[in-house]
């Protein structure tokens, strides 16, 4: 009781959230799209290329915006 309960790191979708807000946001993969994944199972992946950030299932490597796979 004596525990104070605001020393956790934010939950998972707080982070997308803060990529998003932080970096150019270049939309979603093509996967993650068709599945109708949720946002808590989303990675942030870099483009390199493009200069921002996308997000996809874990597996996928294509950014939406150029088609880019090296990262
Ligand atoms: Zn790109």
Do not use: H
Request: charged share 25%; aromatic share 12%.
């Amino acid at each position: 009781m004596t525990e104070p309960d605001d020393q956790r790191p934010p939950p998972f979708g707080s982070l997308n959230e803060l990529l998003r807000s932080s970096y150019s946001f270049l939309g979603y993969g093509a996967l993650a799209v068709r599945l109708g994944a949720l946002d808590q199972q989303l990675y942030g992946k870099w483009c390199r290329r493009c200069k921002g950030i996308w997000f996809g299932l874990a597996l996928e490597v294509e950014c939406p915006r150029c088609g880019n796979r090296k990262g």
